[in-house]
């Protein structure tokens, strides 16, 4: 039996790195198998992915588009047919009850119920946000759907930035200094 330690790379497949560029008695001398002058003798050049020979390359001739909203708020989501499969009637359903059924991993920015499937038993859903259909099929099932009030993120309006904010600073600093003079 061969172990790891006893294996060993095909014959020939493996070279010693040839040395170039170390005397004409060598054969790989002078100019070092690059041939005479020209962009491809020079060092330093064409070694990156994407480079076309000085045309503007692909990846910056294609169109830049969308964005990421740095407000945007991603939901953990739950349909209502994984609710009727996975609770008894009467039972309450939050995020920690979730978690422990298996249903939601990570709770992200909030829990969102979702209308999909169908909804026979009747259950108290506290959840940031309930679809319509959701919330109509709790209800006609007898159960009660309890919002939680989500965190507040106020953007900012036109005037009210950072540097809004650090010139009103400056001008109250400015307006106690005169106010001691």
């Known amino acids: 039996m061969i172990s790891l330690s006893q294996l060993k790379s095909p ?5 010693t790195k040839r040395r170039v560029g170390r005397g004409q008695g060598s054969g790989w001398g002078k100019t070092a ?5 020209g962009q491809k003798a020079r060092t330093g050049n064409m070694h990156f992915n994407g480079f ?3 045309q503007m390359p692909l990846q910056r001739r294609m169109p ?7 407000f945007r708020r991603e939901l953990a989501v739950v349909n209502l047919s994984a609710l009727e499969a ?13 978690a422990k059924a298996g249903l939601v991993k990570d709770l992200k920015d909030g829990l969102k119920v979702l209308g999909g ?3 026979k038993k009747a259950l108290t859903v506290k959840a940031h946000k309930v679809s319509a259909s959701a919330k109509q099929a709790i209800e006609k099932a007898g159960g009660k759907v309890e919002l939680i009030a989500e965190r507040e993120i106020k953007v900012p ?11 009103k600073q400056r ?10 003079a």
């Not at 014959?11 to 070279?15: A, I, L, R, V």
């Not at 830049?64 to 909203?69: A, E, H, L, Q």
């Open 64 to 70: 830049k588009f969308g964005f990421k909203n740095f």
């Open 171 to 180: 001008a109250e600093r400015r307006a106690a200094k005169q106010k001691k």
């Open 33 to 37: 198998g690059r041939g005479g002058k």
């Open 11 to 15: 014959k020939g497949s493996t070279h």
């Open 52 to 54: 076309e020979g000085g």
């Open 86 to 98: 996975h609770f008894e009637a009467g039972a309450v359903v939050d995020a920690e009850a979730l």
């Open 157 to 167: 309006a036109r005037g009210e930035g950072v540097e809004a904010r650090l010139a």
């Open 117 to 119: 499937g169908e909804l």
